[in-house]
């Protein structure tokens, strides 16, 4: 296994266009963030999977977004009429959640620029 | 409101010295607190993990306190070296350890002049 990986790594997309990542986190882990950054900031959370159950959901988080987990593998990302202001990296991440802390594995990232 | 508060956007030492970079929370109650680092470009990667009863945890260079009377978290590399420029971020679970939600800091850019 060689880690979160995590396509496309650039995404750049024109403004009201729909657009999808994907995220294959290391194979025995439970649990898979999604997050996303911005320049000089760190990681806001998005939302959170155990499993393939989507367990919590950011309060900022726009209606445009939506996240998948099918049979709690891989992890999919959507961002449906793309604004400027989602211009962004997006990070996937995953954790072996047992109940108690955790270490989390992140991805390189999708850098998704918006024109 | 909850707020993480990393001391400074920037830190800049000579090589040899001994970094402190400071994490401060507020209205939060975390069981643990984690350090990742984080490479222009690249994800972050975990680096020390202390929990609310550990005083101090070692790894090789580097060492995180954990005060929760304070509220706060010293992360120090000793011997720093240029290759330990990067920026840092300090992280906890937003509900106290029970649900694994890992809210972060803004992190601090460390420079290491040779």
């Known amino acids: 296994d060689t880690g979160v990986s995590q396509n496309p790594r650039h995404k750049i997309t024109k403004r009201g266009q729909n657009v999808t990542f994907r995220c294959d986190p290391i194979s025995e882990h439970n649990r898979l963030y999604w997050y996303r950054q911005t320049l000089g900031q760190g990681p806001e959370f998005l939302t959170y999977f155990q499993n393939e159950a989507q367990l919590e959901k950011s309060r900022l988080l726009s209606d445009r977004f939506s996240a998948e987990r099918p049979k709690g593998s891989f992890s999919t990302l959507e961002i449906q009429r793309t604004e400027q202001g989602d211009s962004a990296m997006y990070l996937c991440?995953?954790?072996?959640?047992?109940?108690?802390?955790?270490?989390?594995?992140f991805g390189q990232g999708t850098r998704l620029t918006v024109v | 409101s909850q707020k993480i508060e990393q001391n400074s956007e920037a830190l800049n030492i000579q090589e040899g010295k001994t970094a402190t970079l400071t994490c401060n929370y507020t209205?939060?109650?975390?069981?643990?607190l984690q350090w990742y680092r984080q490479d222009p470009g690249r994800g972050p990667v975990f680096l020390l993990l202390i929990r609310e009863n550990e005083k101090e945890k070692r790894k090789e260079r580097l060492k995180v306190t954990f005060d929760t009377t304070l509220k706060q978290s010293l992360f120090h590399i000793t011997a720093s070296q240029p290759a330990d420029s990067a920026t840092y971020l300090c992280?906890?679970?937003?509900?106290?350890?029970?649900?694994?939600?890992?809210?972060f800091g803004k992190g601090t850019k460390l420079s290491v002049k040779p």
């Open positions: 209205n939060y109650s975390p069981a643990y």
């Open positions: 991440a995953s954790s072996f959640w047992t109940g108690t802390a955790a270490e989390a594995f």
């Open positions: 992280a906890l679970d937003e509900w106290g350890g029970s649900q694994g939600n890992l809210i």
